[in-house]
């Protein structure tokens, strides 16, 4: 979806549910475009239908179900959702943030802990996490046959291929349950004093151990002080070095290697230069071990 086609269902959008989308702010174009209405204190959420398994829709009745159960999470804006074209629009309140930087993996952890232990049932029928759902899809298109060149097109397909078979395989020690599907601290936001999660749209059944797996890449890939990712443990009540010696740690985390790729492809083949520069440089690292540990780039 490019910038040009997202605001056009934007304007859209708006206008079916009375905002005005003059002021429109484009806050970001990964797998989603997310837009600010300053004047509204609206962020609008544009979803693309062909992502496998996502369920924008399900995402305003669960946060509604979520804050009853004092999980603190991001406010619809209306329960009303949007269909236009081959997207979803959503519509949530806005929360400004004034450079306070990304909430600590401290409250993540404590957020996860309450999500992960809730017992009574959820009020929305989930599908099961569908690993690697989105990247195997766009490897199978066009898409990719834009960005990427046959030699890493077949490497990444093959590593997909062994990843889930490998997945295939794991004992999930955590039980399967209601996971978030994308539980990091970008997507969680400052509401005052307290931190509230959002993105619900990979929300599903599954081994509650993907929940743990974005903090962890965020302090091997990105950077994220060890100490931040000892209190996320501990604040979700599991020891971290027992977790990392699990086989599904090493799995799970070359799953999420390849599953951020997914919207740098999307992006690249929209001729997002900066997004293919970092899809090539990420796939280089990926390809030679001799540069595991260099630090990847956020955008």
Do not use: K
């Amino acid at each position: 979806m490019t910038d040009v086609a997202a605001h056009d269902i934007l304007t859209a959008a708006c206008e079916q549910v009375g905002l005005d989308a003059g002021d429109a702010q484009l806050l970001r174009a990964h797998s989603n475009a997310v837009w600010l209405l300053p004047r509204s204190s609206a962020v609008v959420r544009i979803g693309r239908n062909q992502h496998e398994g996502l369920r924008f829709a399900a995402g305003v009745t669960l946060t509604r179900w979520l804050a009853e159960h004092d999980i603190p999470v991001t406010e619809p804006l209306t329960d009303r959702v949007v269909d236009i074209d081959d997207a979803t629009v959503t519509l949530w309140r806005y929360y400004p943030q004034h450079d306070r930087g990304e909430p600590p993996m401290r409250d993540l952890g404590t957020i996860l802990r309450r999500l992960h232990t809730l017992t009574d049932p959820v009020p929305v029928e989930l599908h099961a996490y569908p690993p690697l759902e989105g990247l195997t899809t766009i490897l199978a298109s066009q898409t990719a046959r834009q960005v990427l060149d046959p030699d890493d097109l077949t490497w990444l397909s093959d590593r997909a291929t062994e990843l889930l078979h490998r997945y295939e395989g794991l004992e999930f020690a955590l039980g399967v349950g209601f996971i978030h599907g994308d539980f990091y601290a970008g997507n969680c936001l400052w509401d005052g004093d307290r931190v509230v999660l959002g993105d619900w749209d990979e929300a599903s059944i599954g081994p509650r151990e993907l929940d743990l797996i974005p903090s962890c890449h965020d302090h091997f890939r990105f950077g994220a002080p060890a100490e931040d990712l000892a209190q996320f443990f501990r604040e979700y009540g599991l020891d971290l070095e027992e977790f990392r010696s699990r086989p599904v740690f090493s799995v799970l985390i070359a799953m999420r290697d390849l599953h951020t790729l997914t919207g740098y492809i999307r992006r690249a083949a929209g001729d997002d230069r900066a997004a293919a520069r970092e899809l090539h440089r990420r796939l280089g690292m990926l390809r030679n071990p001799a540069m595991a540990n260099e630090p990847w780039h956020g955008m």
